[in-house]
């Protein structure tokens, strides 16, 4: 979904197995060394992080509890900040000494990960170079009156995965990047762990980007008081560039659902399948709604589709003489 278009272009030029060969091998060797550069640097801030967690949870219940006595002071009792900080920096550092394993095993390139990492890229310059060829065979597989389905299912497929995938890619890269800026520039600590958070929850559909400002925002605020202001004017110039110019141009006609529907798909899959239904629920979502309006346009008659038609069937009724 993500390199295919790299491979097509490239087909224009040279035989297409030359041309998937140099779209996969050159993105997996570039990947392949950010990958593990990245995991290196997010082990030891993770490895910091779990070291330091006693100092920096006093230092945050320390930020906090101004604001939850003034909540107190307004009548709102049963509102624990602090025991609600508590509860996500234990759920932090669980999840994060569950992560130092796989971590280390990628950052030291172990013959595990590099198996694996083998094996998914043979697998897919197969597929892309046999794509045809795979898609003319399940194709024929479909009874013919179900063809124009299949086209449908295929494209709306294509569109809806291909286009929701990248356009995450690059909005959640992007965002990462400017995270990244904001720690190097400033010098916050854990910055590998701020970045990469930044970048993943920016590329989390709808309630992601509400809150992918916040890791740099209070390391900052926690650690470095005096980068607090800075970090805020970063990230936010950052956020509001990712969020009003980029994401709806990488994002057009890739998904195309009203935000209710987005918002709808993206609870549904939360609800069945967790972090990655509330993912993938978005595309699905849109190949659904092509399938709806297919069957709407289909099942319509020709002479009720348009307003004017419609328009000009009143007025015949209403005239009792024919109208176009």
């Known amino acids: 979904f993500i390199l295919e278009p790299v491979a097509a272009w490239l087909a224009r030029f040279v035989p297409r ?9 050159s993105v997996a060797l570039v990947a392949f060394g950010l990958v593990v550069v990245a995991a290196s640097a997010l082990f030891s801030s993770i490895s910091d992080f779990l070291a330091n967690l006693g100092q920096f949870q006093q230092d945050l219940l320390a930020l906090v509890k101004p604001i939850s006595d003034w909540l107190v002071s307004l009548g709102f009792d049963q509102v624990d900040l602090t025991t609600q900080v508590q509860t996500i920096l234990t759920t932090l550092a669980g999840g994060a000494q569950d992560l130092l394993g796989p971590l280390q095993d990628v950052a030291v390139a172990s013959v595990g990960f ?18 045809a060829a795979i898609g003319s065979f399940l194709l024929r597989l479909v009874p013919p009156a179900y063809g124009g389905e299949a086209h449908l299912l295929t494209e709306s497929v ?45 590329a989390f559909p709808f309630f992601g980007p509400f809150v992918s400002w916040s890791p740099p925002v209070i390391v900052a605020a926690v650690l470095q008081p005096d980068a607090l202001i800075p970090a805020i004017l970063i990230m936010g110039i950052g956020w509001f560039v990712n969020q009003n110019i980029l994401q709806p141009r990488v994002l057009a006609g890739a998904v195309g659902l009203h935000p209710v529907v987005v918002l709808a798909s993206v609870l549904i899959g939360l609800k069945l399948f967790g ?27 020709p002479d009720e589709r348009s307003v004017a038609a419609r328009a000009a069937q009143r007025l015949s009724e209403r005239e009792g003489r024919p109208k176009r």
């Open 158 to 202: 294509g569109r809806s995965f291909g286009g929701f995938l990248r356009g995450m890619v690059a909005v959640g890269g992007t965002y990462a990047l400017v995270a990244l800026l904001c720690n190097l520039v400033l010098g916050l600590p854990y910055a590998a762990i701020t970045t990469i958070a930044a970048g993943v929850l920016m």
């Open 275 to 301: 972090i990655a239904g509330a993912i993938f629920g978005l595309p699905i979502a849109a190949v659904i709604s092509s399938f709806f309006f297919y069957f709407l346009r289909r099942n319509v008659r």
């Open 114 to 131: 590099v198996g694996n990492i083998l094996i998914v890229f043979f697998l897919a310059i197969f597929i892309s170079i046999d794509r």
């Open 17 to 25: 197995v030359l041309a998937v060969t140099i779209a996969y091998g």
